[in-house]
């Protein structure tokens, strides 16, 4: 059984251009969060998709938008490219169990986005 | 606002002897926390949480956690350590209601366990 698999591995990108990242959530997920974790810190929340919606958004500009398949896989896309977005992006997926519970959520290993 | 801090940068540690990770939490609700571990070039992965129920909760690789409501912390610990314990461990608490996928995390503890 796959886990959540994120593409590329690896980005390099220079100052004002776009980028797009793409995640496959584990098979059986609904839902994909994706997260930025710049260096020597914890995960921030991006945003959230469920049913091909964003549901939620943290505190990030609209540079930063997503989107949602009918296949639950998502794409994330930063525009403007500034060289504080390098970081590693990090794509969450979970699901709804039995009696409304949410699943933890599972990780892809994350894309690595350097910005030049 | 949901919030957790932990407030070692790095823990050391002997292999064989137990080891504690720590991580306090600020809510502004009921506590859903929850540890990950992460490895070099990798993403996280799930060791344990805390919905409700009992104060001590048992995750994968023979890691368990510590809920103290009254110090409200949620201290992450392992009996006996493992060299290959060494990795960056995170603390993080779940927003509520339908932010169930927005977690906040603290800034990470980098554990050594040393031979």
């Known amino acids: 059984d796959a886990g959540v698999t994120q593409s590329p591995t690896h980005l390099i990108k220079t100052r004002g251009q776009q980028v797009t990242l793409r995640c496959s959530p584990k098979?059986?997920?609904?839902?994909v969060s994706w997260y930025q974790q710049a260096l020597g810190q914890g995960p921030q929340f991006i945003f959230q998709?469920?049913?091909?919606?964003?549901?939620q958004r943290g505190n990030f500009p609209d540079r930063f938008s997503g989107h949602q398949f009918p296949n639950y896989s998502s794409e994330l896309n930063v525009n403007a490219l500034l060289l504080g977005d390098s970081a590693l992006y990090l794509c969450?997926?979970?699901?709804?169990?039995?009696?409304?519970?949410?699943?933890?959520?599972?990780f892809g290993n994350g894309t690595r986005l350097t910005v030049t | 606002a949901q919030s957790v801090a932990q407030p070692e940068d790095q823990v050391n540690v002997a292999e064989g002897n137990p080891l504690t990770v720590k991580c306090t939490y600020s809510v502004s609700g009921n506590p859903y926390l929850f540890w990950y571990v992460q490895y070099p070039n990798r993403g996280l992965q799930f060791l344990l949480k805390?919905?409700?129920?009992?104060?001590l909760v048992k995750g994968s690789y023979g890691f368990e956690a510590e809920f103290n409501k009254s110090q409200t912390s949620f201290h992450l610990k392992k009996p006996s350590a493992l060299v290959s314990d060494s990795a960056l461990y995170f603390c993080a608490v779940r927003d509520e209601g339908y932010n169930f996928n927005k977690f906040y995390f603290g800034s990470g503890t980098k554990l050594n366990v040393k031979p």
């Open positions: 998709y469920y049913e091909e919606e964003e549901r």
């Open positions: 098979s059986g997920h609904d839902t």
């Open positions: 805390y919905i409700t129920g009992d104060n």
């Open positions: 969450a997926s979970s699901f709804i169990g039995t009696g409304g519970r949410r699943s933890p959520l599972h």
